[in-house]
């Protein structure tokens, strides 16, 4: 795209679909008080990156994609940020934040995937995670040194559902700065002896500061929450931990 576009007033919201993205180095998109959509109909991953993202400039901006996304480094100020993908990943070691905006993340079929020292960060903004998978593939997989942070009021939500299990953590961290923090993972398989609605493994860290709480909870036939956390902690300050099945 070359050239400006603009939208002005009350619900000046933008809407561009397109197989891929390209903006010049002269280029912008703004909103003044709407949205900015970006619908991707490739065949195969859309690319999510900064250099992307720095010629949009709204309240919210949204990223979505036919089939699959693909998260690199994104820094934005007091923009919310929504992704919306069949399947999305946070590839490894890269950040995502918004020092005072919501993000969340939607993976409609095949679910979100942060990969290892990825990182989701807000301040007093609010991070959701929801993913769900009809294959075997979990509904939510956080892998090693995978971090969720919110440093100031934000709340935490990860929701998950797979056949497999609907939220799978490999040394995962996440941490509030005085908001909530709250789990839910289902798995849908009837198989009594696999599979959890939440599986943690070893030195995963949920800590909730100031008056946040944790909650817990996973849904399956004979367990829903199966924890591992040697080397880990759930721990908060003033709020209470709660796990449920």
């Known amino acids: 795209y070359h050239g400006n576009l603009s939208a002005n007033g009350s619900g000046g919201n933008i809407e561009l679909v397109a197989n891929n993205f390209f903006f010049n180095d002269e280029s912008s998109v703004y909103s003044e008080s709407g949205s900015i959509r970006l619908i991707s109909k490739a065949a195969e991953w859309f690319h999510v990156n900064q250099a992307l993202v720095n010629p949009l400039t709204a309240s919210t901006l949204i990223f979505e994609s036919h089939n699959d996304l693909k998260l690199y480094g994104v820094e934005t100020g007091n923009t919310n940020l929504s992704f919306i993908a ?5 590839e490894s070691n890269n950040v995502v934040s918004s020092q005072a905006g919501n993000i969340s993340l939607l993976g409609n079929s095949e679910g979100v995937l942060l990969r290892e ?28 040194g995978a971090r969720l942070l919110t440093t100031a009021s934000g709340d935490i939500d990860v929701i998950g559902s797979s056949q497999d299990y609907g939220i799978r953590t490999y040394g995962a961290i996440i941490n509030t700065g005085g908001g909530n923090i ?17 599986f943690g493994h070893a030195n995963d860290t949920i800590r909730a500061t100031g008056s946040g709480a944790i ?20 721990s908060t300050e003033q709020g209470a931990i709660r796990l449920a099945n």
């Open 86 to 90: 069949d399947k999305i990943e946070v």
């Open 117 to 144: 020292g990825s990182q989701l960060k807000t301040a007093s903004g609010n991070i959701r995670l929801d993913g769900h998978s009809q294959n075997t593939e979990s509904g939510v997989t956080l892998l090693s």
């Open 182 to 198: 709250d789990v839910f993972g289902k798995t849908l398989s009837t198989n009594a002896s696999q599979y959890a609605g939440v």
């Open 215 to 234: 909650n817990v909870t996973g849904e399956h036939v004979s367990g829903g929450v199966a924890l591992y956390n040697i080397g880990g902690q759930f």
